[in-house]
């Protein structure tokens, strides 16, 4: 009979192993909104990268190109 009250024994979590809820959900608080302010800066970072490269590649800082024809045919270069 000891070995039956032996296996009940280990089979039950003593009580102070036992979490409770609200502890639990204090825990997981942190992570999550760590998460999401993680989240939220990378999100920034990546706005603020995309308006970079908008920058970059707009070319308000490009000289203006003379594309016109030519009115006199002779300053055509003859190569």
């Known amino acids: 009979m000891q070995s039956s009250s032996t296996s009940s024994d280990s089979e039950q979590i003593p009580q102070s192993f036992k979490l409770n809820p609200e502890i639990l ?17 990378i999100a920034q970072t990546v706005h603020e990268l995309g308006v970079l490269s908008e920058e970059l590649f ?22």
């Open 25 to 41: 959900l204090g825990m997981a608080t942190l992570p999550v909104l760590v998460g999401l302010v993680g989240i939220q800066a």
């Open 58 to 79: 707009r070319g308000d800082r490009l000289p203006v190109l003379d594309l016109s024809e030519p009115s006199d045919p002779s300053k055509l270069d003859k190569t």
